[in-house]
């Protein structure tokens, strides 16, 4: 796994919620190794654990990654503060992403996002040529992106808790509609666990390849503090692997949710 550490300007800042903001920085040489799916490890001055934040899309021609976070504590308030101009701190890319490679050409693809989940499926949707989107929020002020997944998606179903938008549903019910037709190759979806695992149960009642992302506290986001550990079931036996190294992306049938 090849990265870069080094000092980076943050070149666009964007509010795209309530308290959720994307960055977009100035990082050619990042840019050039990351894939779908990878995240980026940032340190906050004044705090001593780095920040995983996924990314969102990726820009090999002018050299820049765009990430998507949402303020959950001290440290991402602190993040959120930087503005343009100013030095991001930055590991990247990490992790290992979306298998985007072994979809056969043209194969449909589905990704699936619920809330903060949604932007790590962006660049996925970018780098596959046939692709259905279904995006879960909790309500219309929640939502985010929407315009660039109808730009890269064939199409885009929106999903809310209180139907505010879309369908009043929760994501695996658009799902199950699309996976009924018969023609998905693969599935790849990043949102709260028990989203993920619903998820993974219904591709696999439909023997549909999916991989979900998971998201975990980390230490060092490069396999060496082994602190950010999940399961998963390997050839029947079960295993602690890295979500920062073995993952973020992890087989659905694999991963113990």
Do not use: W
Request: net charge neutral; charged share 25%; with cysteine.
């Amino acid at each position: 796994m090849e990265y870069k550490c080094a000092e980076y300007k943050l070149i666009r800042k964007k509010a795209l919620a309530e308290n959720i903001y994307s960055f977009t920085i100035d990082c050619p040489d990042a840019a050039r190794l990351a894939q779908c799916g990878q995240f980026v490890h940032i340190r906050v001055d004044g705090f001593t654990l780095r920040r995983p934040v996924s990314i969102s899309e990726i820009d090999r021609r002018n050299g820049t990654i765009t990430i998507v976070f949402v303020i959950k504590g001290h440290g991402t308030e602190a993040l959120a503060r930087l503005n343009e101009g100013d030095d991001v701190d930055m590991i990247a890319p990490l992790g290992k992403g979306f298998s985007v490679s072994s979809v056969p050409e043209n194969g449909r693809v589905i990704v699936v996002g619920g809330g903060i989940g949604v932007p790590p499926l962006l660049q996925t949707a970018k780098q596959c040529s046939n692709v259905t989107a279904v995006l879960g929020f909790r309500s219309y002020g929640n939502i985010i992106l929407e315009d660039k997944f109808r730009q890269a998606c064939s199409s885009v179903m929106i999903c809310t808790d209180d139907g505010s938008v879309g369908e009043k549903a929760v994501v695996t019910v658009p799902l199950k509609r699309e996976l009924e037709k018969g023609d998905v190759s693969a599935v790849f979806s990043c949102g709260p666990l028990r989203m993920l695992a619903a998820v993974a149960e219904l591709t696999k009642e439909y023997g549909v390849f999916c991989e979900v992302s998971l998201e975990e506290r980390m230490g060092c986001g490069v396999g060496a503090c082994v602190g950010c550990v999940c399961r998963v079931n390997r050839s029947g036996e079960e295993k602690l692997l890295r979500v920062c190294k073995d993952g973020p992306v992890f087989n659905a049938e694999e991963v113990i949710l």
